[in-house]
């Protein structure tokens, strides 16, 4: 039987089973809906924790490479004093050239060996 069919024939007590059925359909699409809606949110926390997590890895980086280049400069034999005031300065071009040199002679020594 079609909806159309019950609608016409004017039973009233098939148009409120119908319009009963059709409520409930209804409350599930939307529940359905905001089931989706709520995974999305989650979803989407996660990838905010995956960008926290990146960028705390970028910073310790920056702190690894910032001890690399005051080690090198210690190696290199100048101040320790220098070689802070370079890091609270923050000159990183020095920093990193430094980290290179150091590189490039350990590399140096490995290869002799």
Known sequence: MKIQD?????????????????????????EKKNSKIEKNENKSSVGANKEDQDTNTYLESL????AAAIAA????????????EDFLSTKY?????????????????????
């Open 6 to 30: 019950v609608f016409e024939s004017g039973r009233e007590e098939d148009k409120a089973l119908i319009m009963q059925r059709h409520n409930e359909l209804m409350k599930e699409i939307k």
């Open 63 to 66: 702190e690894r490479i910032k």
């Open 73 to 84: 400069r210690i190696a290199r034999g100048e101040e320790i004093a220098k070689a802070q």
């Open 93 to 113: 071009p020095d920093m990193l050239s430094d980290a290179e040199i150091v590189k490039n002679k350990i590399n140096n020594v490995l290869k002799k060996n």
